[in-house]
Structure formats: structure tokens, C-alpha cells
């Protein structure tokens, strides 16, 4: 099943760390009931953070994301965070409405 969803996560990247916005589609296994993230891109950060290579973070996973003549470009699918960037995160207790607000996938219904 595909969705669209609404992520806040951290930005760590030229020296900074910043919280953020990103649409991305999900896509659930159903085999492995395991979610997969992909044409993420950056909604909302702070505009200060220099043009450059980042990583999102959220919820154990990661995406590459880049920001270039001020203003982001979509990454591509996100793979398993690093075990320090999930034990830095595991400090706070986590919601997964903190972090997805899923939204529905409109389709084109031809009349």
C-alpha cells in the first residue's frame, strides 16, 4: 500500500544539525509488514543551513538529502539509520505521530 506522508526528522549535515519537514511516498511490505520511504523531498528547514550534502533521520531510517543554490533537491529512498544516530535519538520516548502524518494518495478517476 502506498501513501503519501508528512515526516518531521533532524537534518546533520555541513557541520549542522536542524529539524525538518519532508514529503515522501510509503510504501508498507505487506510480506514483512516493514515500511520503505522514497521520493523524499525537503518541505521545511531552517533557511540558514548552507547548500550542501545532508542526511535526514527519523524513526531509524535515513535519506540523503541535498540543498543547492538554496533549495533542496529530492533525494531517493532511505535505508536503515546508523546505530549511533539511532542510540542518539533514543534518549526521548517516540511516537510515531510525532514523526508521519499520512496523507492519501489522490487518483485520477477518468469520468
Same mark, same amino acid.
Given at each position: $500500500?502506498?501513501?503519501?506522508?508528512?515526516?518531521?526528522?533532524?537534518?546533520?549535515? $555541513? /557541520?549542522?544539525?536542524?529539524? =525538518? @519537514? $519532508?514529503?515522501?511516498?510509503?510504501?508498507?511490505?505487506?510480506?514483512?509488514?516493514?515500511?520503505?520511504?522514497?521520493? =523524499?523531498?525537503?518541505?521545511?528547514?531552517? $533557511?540558514?543551513?548552507?547548500?550542501?550534502?545532508?542526511?535526514?533521520?527519523?524513526?531509524?531510517?535515513?535519506?540523503?538529502?541535498?540543498?543547492?543554490?538554496?533549495?533542496?533537491?529530492?533525494? /531517493?529512498?532511505?535505508?536503515?539509520?546508523?546505530? @549511533? @544516530?539511532?542510540?542518539?535519538?533514543?534518549?526521548?520516548?517516540?511516537?510515531?505521530?510525532?514523526?508521519?502524518?499520512?496523507?492519501?494518495?489522490?487518483?485520477?478517476?477518468?469520468?
Amino acid at each position: $500500500m502506498r501513501s503519501v506522508v508528512l515526516i518531521r526528522g533532524v537534518l546533520r549535515g $555541513m /557541520g549542522r544539525e536542524a529539524p =525538518c @519537514e $519532508m514529503l515522501a511516498i510509503q510504501e508498507t511490505q505487506p510480506e514483512t509488514a516493514q515500511a520503505v520511504y522514497f521520493r =523524499c523531498s525537503v518541505i521545511d528547514a531552517p $533557511m540558514e543551513l548552507p547548500d550542501g550534502d545532508y542526511t535526514l533521520a527519523f524513526n531509524g531510517h535515513a535519506v540523503a538529502a541535498r540543498k543547492e543554490g538554496g533549495l533542496w533537491v529530492p533525494g /531517493g529512498a532511505t535505508s536503515p539509520a546508523a546505530d @549511533e @544516530e539511532r542510540h542518539a535519538d533514543s534518549g526521548t520516548s517516540f511516537r510515531i505521530e510525532d514523526a508521519v502524518e499520512i496523507l492519501p494518495i489522490r487518483r485520477n478517476r477518468v469520468a
